[in-house]
Nanobody, 119 residues
Framework: QVQLVESGGGLVQAGDSLRLSCLASGRTFGNYRMGWFRQAPGKGREFVASIHWSADGTEYGDSVKGRFTISRDNAKNTVYLQMNSLKPEDTAVYYC????????????WGQGTQVTVSS
């Protein structure tokens, strides 16, 4: 059974940095793409970033380009989201997800981790 477990969320001040982690287990992910999404209170889910599990290539949402960086450690089966220059509008629950490369639908989701940025 696939499991995605996020960690690293917390309460920070505007301008601070935070790194989220997503530990993946339950299968091999070589043909999967890993993504980060977020959902703020009263808003829909927003794409943040994604990365191919075993090849180069990253994508970012417009609101985080230049501030957030997604990376992976294959040996640790972990995907990271480094978040710099955080803003209050980055406050949200952040979710890790994965999808097959042949699909546009993210099939597996983590439980989410709360990030709160105070002004």
């Amino acid at each position: 059974q696939v499991q995605l477990v996020e960690s690293g969320g917390g309460l920070v001040q505007a301008g601070d940095s935070l790194r989220l982690s997503c530990l993946a287990s339950g299968r091999t992910f070589g043909n999967y793409r890993m993504g980060w999404f977020r959902q703020a209170p009263g808003k829909g889910r927003e794409f943040v970033a994604s990365i191919h599990w075993s090849a180069d290539g990253t994508e970012y949402g417009d609101s985080v380009k230049g501030r957030f960086t997604i990376s992976r450690d294959n040996a640790k089966n972990t995907v990271y989201l480094q978040m710099n220059s955080l803003k209050p509008e980055d406050t949200a629950v952040y979710y890790c997800a994965s999808r097959r490369l042949t699909s546009s639908v993210y099939q597996y989701w983590g439980q989410g981790t709360q990030v709160t940025v105070s002004s």
